[in-house]
């Protein structure tokens, strides 16, 4: 898990700077300040949020700074339970490294300046140096996913822009995890660790490798990612949706541009050949024979359908140029 501990710089921090209350009503306020603790509060279980060791001095209102709203409870009003779950949970999260050389104070974000956003400042000096972060932030900011955001290089001088993920609800840090194969320029040594955060619906046997494929990894990557991101986010839904039925359930797929479908009538009658789609995952067997197709005669990727042994999710098994049909 990235954070402090690793020696990795964080992955997520909280924007500060998105904290406005201005023109909130008091209901309005508390629930929002409820979606965005839930919002925290469910993404800490799973990975390290850092804050600037600043963020209570933001101002969130005219003359008002967040330390005045949530610890002292002066006005904006907001739900006193909201105010005090909020304030919980960011005094529990760590804090960045402030000791960054050339750490901007000010920033643009979508041509818009923001002022001492310092978390905004972290995350475009880290996205500088290839490693991107995402920022937390506050529902009544419009921003969310990718971002431009301008800050000045101290080293030329002059204006930098770096793009910057803004995610608003836990729903949006999948599209985070994955858009880094591309953006960090992922490894195959590392793929695997990425994709367990990118994709935790789906499960992957050890016996996987790019080397399987015929192409090279570069090749292939971003269209596994393709494939893996379809399986998990699609895969059961439509398996519901349209009773199983093989050839509804490849329709439906197809609309996201892939070809996915389970092995055709005249391979599953021949028993050994179907044994090649078996894999051994934690002691068990599992039968992987749908799969998606990069190419008509060439490159597979095989998986298993939701497995209630699985807790219902996804083995993904085989890697492979072609398996006997």
């Known amino acids: 898990m990235p954070g402090a501990g690793s020696g990795e710089p964080y992955r997520l921090v909280v924007d500060e700077s998105s904290f406005d209350f201005r023109g909130l009503t008091e209901e309005r306020l508390t629930d929002l300040l409820n979606d965005f603790s839930d919002t925290l509060d469910d993404l800490s279980e799973q990975h390290p949020v850092a804050v600037s060791p600043w963020w209570i001095e933001a101002e969130c209102a005219e003359g008002r700074e967040l330390y005045d709203v949530l610890y002292e409870g002066e006005a904006p009003r907001v739900g006193r339970d909201a105010r005090l779950r909020m304030v919980r949970l960011m005094d529990r999260c760590a804090t960045w490294d402030t000791d960054l050389p050339g750490l901007p104070d000010g920033v643009e974000v979508s041509g818009r300046v923001q002022e001492l956003a310092w978390s905004v400042g972290y995350a475009w000096w880290h996205a500088q140096h290839g490693h991107h972060v995402a920022c937390l932030a506050f529902a009544s900011r419009d921003l969310r996913g990718w971002q431009p955001v301008s800050a000045a290089d101290a080293a030329i001088g002059e204006p930098v822009s770096e793009d910057v993920f ?35 619906e789906l499960l992957f046997a050890d016996s996987l490798s790019f080397r399987k494929f015929d192409g090279t990894y570069l090749e292939m990557r971003d269209w596994v990612v393709r494939v893996l991101s379809v399986v998990h986010d699609h ?41 090649q789609r078996d894999v051994v995952y934690d002691g068990e067997s599992y039968r992987c024979e749908w799969h998606g197709k990069k190419e008509r005669h060439r490159n597979r990727v095989h998986f298993s359908l939701p497995e209630p042994r699985l807790g219902g999710r996804i083995l993904i098994g085989i890697f492979v140029d072609h398996l006997d049909t």
């Open 235 to 275: 895969f059961a839904d439509a398996l519901v949706a349209h009773l199983g039925q093989p050839r509804d359930v490849q329709a439906a797929l197809g609309r996201f541009g892939l070809d996915l479908s389970p092995e055709s009538p005249n391979t599953r009658s021949k028993p050994r050949i179907m044994r």
């Open 166 to 200: 803004f995610l608003v609800e836990r729903s949006l840090l999948a599209e985070f995890w994955r858009s880094l194969f591309a953006r960090e320029d992922v490894g195959e040594p590392d793929f695997f660790d990425r994709a367990r955060e990118a994709f935790p």
